[in-house]
Structure formats: structure tokens, C-alpha cells
């Protein structure tokens, strides 16, 4: 399911969501320039952001350095950090950007022994008088650690039937026929698959957003312009949500 390149065309949906690996705020060019994210996100005009990669490390000379409030602060969204890297200079993971009032905020563990440190931020927003469960998380880089940690992802699913679910991140598959995708599509509702990786030139869906119940997806796509080609080396991907008619 695709929609047209253009971000923002034709009526505004009942509820936008953007997956966005932003790899530090460090473009293709090798500049870090958190207010180039900033841009695409404006244009965007999300309801609710998920992002990977994103740096935090205080500085009295850079107001930009804690990526995450800084983003925030320059959309007009309330920021939920996801760290899962803390550092001796600050911290390094996911978070979640929103305009909708913030319900719950939850982690799920997914560190696999001797890899990178991995999680899931795991949110409950208020969304027309629903609670909207958004997951945001980034896999590991080895098809194993991604089996366990998508076993670990469906465990925390659980049985719960929340209104709408949104799971979304950085997933790391580079080809539609692993397992774990599979798993997911299972549990969850098949997602898209749009290219979002390398952004000058988007070969691999490694980004993708679950949509549960299924019905609520309208549309998915990644736009490509100008700024999202240069902003990061992952194209961001939006999902179109759609209250019951």
C-alpha cells in the first residue's frame, strides 16, 4: 500500500505516524544538523514520531546537542526518551515524539548477550477517546538476535486488545522473506514495504510500520525530496491512520 510521494497531500489524516532513523542527525554529506530533521519533520506534520539513532550529550555550547528535546522543542511535541545506550556524555536510542496526551511509557528489553544494547519504547497515547499503543524500536544487526528479539516483541504484544497498535522502527531485514518479518506480519497485519535505505538511493524496506487492526492503515509511503535525501541516510517512512467510519 503506497501513496503519493508528496508529503502531505490531499486531506489531512485522522492520524499520521513517522518512523525515522536519524542517524545521529548526521546527514550523507557528514554534517550533523539536527535542524535539517527538524525541516522534514515540519514539512511532515506528524501526529506521532517514532526515531532511531538519536544522540543525546548535554552541552552548554550546542542548544541542539540532546537531539531528542531539541526536536521537540522546535515541533511543538511533548518528547519520551527510549535510551539504550547510557554513556559517561549522555545517552544514545530511541524516542517518541507526540501531540496526543501520553497515557503510560514503558521499555521492553531486547538486548541479546554480547550485542548491542536494543529496546523497544513502548507507549500508550490517548487518541480520540482510544488508546493508541505505539512500540518504537530499532533490531540488532544478526538475523538471530532479530528472531529473539521479535519473540520477545509478540511475547509483549501479549493478549492485550488495545484500540489501535502501532509498531515501528528501523527492523534491519534487509530482504521481505526473514522470518521475523513473517512473525510480525502474522501478529500484527502485513506492513508495507517501501524503500527507505540509503536515502540517495532506496534499495531496502529497512523500515517499517504495523498497523493493527489492519483496516486502520491507509496509506504508507516515504517521501523523497531534497531534504530527506540529505538529512540522514534513511529515507523517514509515514503511515496515514484512519478512525472507524
Avoid at 548535554?58 to 519520551?80: C, F, H, K, N, W
Avoid at 547510557?86 to 536510542?93: M, P, S, V
Wanted: a positive charge; aromatic letters at 6%.
Amino acid at each position: 500500500m503506497t501513496a503519493p510521494a508528496a508529503a502531505g497531500a490531499g486531506a489531512r489524516p485522522d492520524l499520521r505516524v513517522v518512523s525515522y532513523n536519524i542517524h545521529q542527525c548526521v546527514g550523507v554529506d557528514g554534517r550533523r544538523d539536527p535542524a535539517r530533521i527538524a525541516e522534514v519533520l515540519r514539512q511532515l506534520d506528524a501526529d506521532v514520531v517514532g526515531l532511531q539513532e538519536v544522540d543525546a550529550r548535554p552541552s552548554l555550547e550546542s542548544p541542539d546537542s540532546v537531539q531528542m528535546d531539541y526536536l521537540g522543542r522546535m515541533l511543538g511535541l511533548t518528547a519520551i526518551p527510549g535510551p539504550t545506550i547510557h554513556r559517561h556524555d549522555g545517552t544514545y536510542g530511541n524516542a517518541l515524539l507526540t501531540r496526543l496526551p501520553v497515557r503510560d511509557v514503558r521499555q521492553i528489553e531486547l538486548t541479546i548477550y554480547r550485542r548491542e544494547p536494543r529496546a523497544a519504547l513502548d507507549v500508550d497515547l490517548e487518541w480520540q477517546g482510544q488508546i493508541a499503543r505505539v512500540i518504537v524500536t530499532h533490531l540488532g544487526l544478526l538475523p538471530g538476535e532479530r528472531r529473539l528479539q521479535v519473540k520477545r516483541l509478540i511475547a509483549a504484544l501479549g493478549a492485550r486488545h488495545e484500540d489501535v497498535v502501532v509498531l515501528c522502527g528501523d527492523i534491519n531485514e534487509w530482504f521481505g522473506v526473514g522470518r521475523p518479518l513473517r512473525w510480525l506480519h502474522a501478529r500484527l497485519g502485513r506492513a508495507g514495504s517501501v524503500r527507505t535505505f540509503p536515502s540517495f538511493l532506496p534499495l531496502f524496506a529497512l523500515d517499517r510500520i504495523w498497523v493493527s487492526p489492519r483496516c486502520r492503515l491507509v496509506s504508507v509511503f516515504a517521501p523523497r525530496g531534497e531534504h530527506t535525501r540529505a538529512a540522514s541516510d534513511h529515507l523517514p517512512l509515514v503511515a496515514d491512520l484512519a478512525l472507524p467510519g
